[in-house]
């Protein structure tokens, strides 16, 4: 396997003062950990770092990295763990590298690229992606660029799970073997709102079975006039026309018609 190569040098301070003086200098920060040895601060050419970067495997690159320190060089086998990226010029400002042996399995995430178009998008279907990248674990040589699923057969309710990947030689993803990857759902029905209980009748519409009418001109959802039938089935309401009737089904007294006065003596 065909290594990244990228020389750096020791930083002899740490700390963010330390990284903006590598800054101000043109130099990348960087920190080595890994293996159980003692953290090692870097300084590289950022340059340098972003043309050996492999294209297809991006930061799960395998790097060759040429430590030098007082006239020594020592050759390291690393991965990046870490990047911090500018916000504004989008170009990396620390990086964390870690020691990997190649003997040894290491964790990385992978992207998943379906292909084809499921019948059940035919249909009408909707095709839903659950993971866009996948973790896995394999040895540095064994990392693969990414994973590509079929999802041709998929109808309307068929689902691919972790189960169904053919993962090379190596190579182990770290999900239970049941879980959903990609799945083709029917459309979703649009939701009809249903009128609130008690809602506000429209003007004019025709009461509810059993309800009074309002008086004309009254205002929408009113109480119904003096005198008007009460609802069919209600307790306790009189009935129109019974006896015992309230004073205002009672004979009014003539209009005009005054009583006479009583002269007092």
Not at 12 to 27: D, F, I, N, Q, T
Not at 114 to 138: E, K
Request: charged content about 25%.
């Amino acid at each position: 396997m065909d290594f990244a190569k990228v020389s750096a040098e020791i930083r002899p301070l740490s700390g963010k003062g330390a990284a903006h003086r590598a800054r101000a200098a043109g130099k990348l920060p960087a920190v080595l950990y890994g293996h159980k040895t003692e953290p090692l601060s870097l300084a590289l050419d950022p340059v340098m770092l972003i043309k050996a970067l492999d294209k297809d495997r991006k930061r799960n690159t395998v790097f060759s990295l040429s430590v030098q320190s007082d006239g020594k060089t020592e050759d390291v086998t690393a991965m990046i763990r870490d990047v911090q990226i500018d916000p504004m010029s989008r170009q990396p400002v620390h990086v964390d590298f870690i020691r990997v042996s190649l003997d040894e399995q290491v964790k990385v995430t992978i992207p998943v690229v379906l292909l084809g178009i499921p019948v059940g998008v035919t249909d009408g279907g909707n095709l839903h992606q659950s993971y866009r990248n996948l973790p896995i674990t394999a040895k540095p040589a064994d990392i693969p660029t990414k994973i590509e699923m079929d999802v041709t057969a998929l109808k309307i309710g068929d689902a691919l799970h972790a189960s169904d990947l053919k993962l090379p030689s190596g190579v182990k993803v770290m999900l239970d073997p049941k879980e959903a990857l990609a799945s083709v759902v029917a459309p979703r029905a649009e939701k009809v709102e249903e009128v609130a209980a008690g809602a506000v009748p429209v003007e004019g519409a025709a009461p509810a079975e059993g309800a009074a009418a309002a008086a004309p001109g009254a205002a929408p959802g009113a109480a119904p006039a003096a005198g008007a039938p009460a609802a069919a089935g209600a307790k306790g309401a009189p009935a129109a026309g019974a006896k015992g009737a309230p004073a205002a089904a009672a004979k009014a007294a003539p209009a005009g018609k005054k009583e006479p006065e009583k002269k007092g003596k």
